[in-house]
């Protein structure tokens, strides 16, 4: 069975700090992988995906993620935090085959408070 | 753009009511699904649908009903309320293909007393 962990619940950062959000995956298959972000009241959106190619992928506001096969990792990084990113992010994967139906398995997703 | 609507935004019930929670996308996804969250246990699946007229469970369907007579719409059911329904209905949608890029609504934020 697959399965996402987020190895943090909250993570508090103070604005213009690095951050990184942690994830790893367990699979039989293999997978594409996904950051979604909720903003407060809000319903999800992707942030970015990994399907194949390069292991290092670009999202929407300054976001990047690496995809580490060995590692089962898909870890979210951004270099400089504003307030404005003060949301709860989620790790999803989407197994391929396997019966998944292309049905997202996400992460109990992790709250990033960005302090002033 | 409408994407994907959800209605209502909140709402309390009753032990033993019932209720549906509405929604509609407008994309002409062919795939939609139904999640709860829950405080620190991220997202559920109640059910999905690959198409009009074809419906699954998912993970934790009980409780709940669902039909998609379109391919705009999928209602969820709730039938007899429970205090342990209280929880934050999203309702998504996905193009065919497997990229599994989701859609959102909203989110319907049901409270069971």
């Known amino acids: 069975a697959q399965s996402v962990t987020q190895l943090d619940s909250q993570v508090p950062v103070f604005e213009e700090a690095p951050v990184e959000l942690r994830c790893n995956y367990s699979?039989?298959?293999?997978?594409?992988l996904f950051w979604y972000v909720q903003y407060p009241n809000q319903g999800l959106q992707l942030l970015l995906k990994y399907l194949s190619g390069s292991t290092l992928v670009k999202g929407i506001n300054g976001f990047e993620a690496e995809f580490n096969k060995s590692q089962t990792s898909f870890h979210l990084r951004k270099p400089s935090v504003h307030i404005s990113d003060t949301a709860e992010y989620f790790c999803a994967v989407n197994p391929l085959g396997g019966g998944s139906q292309g049905n997202l398995i996400f992460g109990k997703g992790t709250k990033l408070s960005v302090k002033p | 753009n409408a994407g994907v609507t959800q209605t209502p935004k909140f709402r309390i019930l009753k032990i033993g009511q019932s209720m549906t929670l509405q929604c509609t996308q407008d994309m002409n996804h062919n795939y939609m699904y139904w999640y709860r969250q829950d405080p620190g246990m991220g997202l559920k699946l109640i059910y999905y649908s690959v198409g009009a007229g074809i419906t699954d469970k998912g993970e934790v369907p009980n409780g709940y009903n669902v039909s998609r007579s379109t391919t705009e719409d999928f209602p969820l059911r709730l039938e007899l309320a429970a205090p342990s329904q209280t929880s934050v209905y999203f309702c998504?949608?996905?193009?065919?293909?497997?990229?599994?890029?989701?859609?959102f609504g909203e989110g319907s934020r049901l409270t069971v007393l």
């Open positions: 699979s039989s298959v293999s997978v594409y």
């Open positions: 998504a949608s996905r193009m065919t293909g497997n990229t599994g890029e989701l859609f």
